[in-house]
């Protein structure tokens, strides 16, 4: 079984520091995909790397794909309030014979302003 | 993600009532996949499903749980004689091809809640 460890699972910071997000696995994976959440709404794709090193930026959100495809970092600078929601990691992957995705239980960001 | 469309967005049910979920893909997507998420948790695999085939249910209870996918019409989760521990948030998601590297969108969810 295909496991995703986020880390960490709550962090409260002020307006302006940065943060970085971690999601580790055992298991390699073909992607690994970065949602955001607020509450009551759906998981929205903020962006997807498939390349062993891969960094892609979204404006200030730095993402990268760990050498070995097994892990993954997220990266905010000058964090804002409206940063805040549950930011949740994906991996995808062939598990139990058909290509899903397995997520982790996800890191809750609150920024206060 | 507004493309694809859940329905009902909450959902409150007695023990022992079924509940019905829809979910409309996005158009030109073909592959659907339920999860559901409890508090404070991620989202864990249910069923993945293309039009009229169950592809991997791997994730979906044995008992009480089914799900459709017609050639016509919204793929439908169905959770029979519900209990409280059912209570949840349930989202689909749909893509154009198998996930791996495509990128799959999420509806905005069903809160069922049964009381």
Redesign the interface.
């Known amino acids: 079984t295909q496991l995703?460890e986020?880390s960490p699972q709550f962090l409260s910071i002020q307006e302006g520091e940065n943060l970085t997000v971690y999601c580790n696995s055992s298991s390699v994976f073909?992607?690994l995909?970065w949602?955001r959440q607020e509450p009551?709404?759906?998981?929205?794709?903020l962006v997807?790397v498939?390349t062993g090193g891969e960094v892609k930026k979204l404006k200030r959100l730095t993402f990268q794909f760990g050498d070995a495809r097994k892990d993954s970092s997220l990266h905010i600078t000058a964090a804002q309030p409206g940063d805040t929601g549950l930011y949740?990691c994906?991996g995808?992957?062939?598990q139990?014979?058909?290509?899903?995705?397995?997520?982790?239980?996800?890191t809750?960001l609150t920024v206060n302003p | 993600?507004a493309g694809?469309m859940?329905n009902p967005r909450h959902l409150v049910r007695r023990r022992g009532q079924e509940a019905r979920l829809r979910c409309s893909p996005m158009k030109g997507h073909s592959h659907v996949?339920w999860?559901r998420q409890l508090p404070?948790?991620?989202?864990?695999?249910m069923v993945?499903l293309q039009k009229e085939n169950i592809?991997?249910e791997?994730?979906m209870p044995k008992e009480r749980f089914s799900a459709e996918f017609p050639k016509e019409g919204p793929s439908i989760l169905r959770i029979q004689q519900v209990v409280r521990g059912d209570s949840a948030a349930y989202?689909c998601a749909s893509s154009p091809r198998?996930?791996?590297?495509e990128?799959?969108?999420?509806?905005?969810?069903t809160?069922l809640t049964v009381v």
């Open positions: 995703l986020q073909s992607s995909q949602y009551g709404e759906g998981p929205v794709l997807t498939v949740l994906a995808g992957g062939t139990g014979g058909s290509e899903k995705l397995v997520f982790g239980k996800g809750k | 993600n694809v859940q996949y999860y404070e948790e991620g989202l864990k695999f993945y592809i991997d791997s994730g989202f198998a996930w791996g590297r990128e799959a969108f999420f509806g905005q969810g809160r």
